[in-house]
């Protein structure tokens, strides 16, 4: 009985750390989309990350609906539900035209007709606890996939020897929101939510030590750019590294 207690308030201590670091990894992309309120245009960023976010997100949602007293997992999906559909409004707001549909057309695809899917096929196909397996296999999927997001910026940051596209806090406080939510799970005995984190713990400890290796090259860079002041980056390598940058920001539980 003791042992119960224990990991009931185990279970909550996690579960809420997990919900206030997840809340500030969702506030990660703020400074972009300020930049896009100050230029009163988002061409140049892509709304995929947010996308991918918002569908995790609500994935999350209704798996907790179904599994039932997962309040902790509902919780900080339907903030980051409400976050992500914020950032995509104001993206499609000052989009251009044919960004405007594009971006319209995917969320339309992705989000509804996707999430619809698995919702209908949960629903008709299968019943009773096979149901919150099946949904469940589908989040641990995802999430891995999503956990995967940061190989291309650690594959950039072997490549040009350079951490700036990779802040050391950002890297920390998602390995702290994994690690939080691994713990979560296990204390539930949730491994659809805690397998997941494992995969998310060892990328996060990956970044921090190329981090360590990597970090004293910029000095090195700086210097460089100061002696080549007329060798500056193209747009599209701007671009590229933009677009790395949100799909960081926007990796969560």
Not at 160 to 167: D, L, N
Not at 195 to 211: D, K, R, T
Not at 222 to 243: A, H, L
């Amino acid at each position: 009985m003791l042992a119960f207690l224990n990991a009931r308030f185990l279970a909550f201590v996690f579960g809420l750390l997990g919900n206030i670091i997840s809340f500030l990894v969702f506030l990660a992309p703020l400074p972009t989309f300020y930049k896009i309120y100050r230029k009163k245009s988002s061409e140049g960023y892509q709304a995929v990350p947010y996308m991918v976010a918002l569908f995790s997100a609500a994935l999350l949602l209704y798996y907790a609906v179904l599994k039932t007293n997962a309040y902790m997992i509902i919780s900080i999906n339907c903030i980051g539900c409400f976050i992500e559909i914020a950032y995509l409004s104001i993206y499609i707001f000052y989009a251009p035209k044919n960004a405007k549909i594009s971006t319209l057309t995917c969320i339309s695809i992705f989000n509804v007709c996707g999430l619809g899917t698995v919702m209908l096929i949960s629903l008709i196909l299968v019943k009773g606890p096979k149901r919150v397996e099946l949904v469940g296999w589908i989040c641990a999927v995802i999430n891995l996939a999503v956990f995967a997001a940061p190989l291309s910026i650690m594959r950039r940051v072997i490549r040009t020897k350079s951490v700036e596209y990779m802040p050391f806090m950002l890297s920390f406080s998602l390995t702290l929101c994994a690690t939080a939510w691994f713990f979560y799970g296990f204390f539930v005995n949730d491994f659809y939510i805690a397998v997941p984190n494992v995969a998310g713990f060892l990328f996060g400890i990956v970044q921090m030590i190329l981090y360590c290796v990597y970090k004293d090259s910029n000095k090195k860079n700086d210097k460089d750019e100061q002696e080549k002041p007329n060798n500056k980056s193209t747009d599209k390598e701007d671009f590229e590294v933009e677009v790395v940058a949100d799909n960081q920001c926007n990796r969560r539980n």
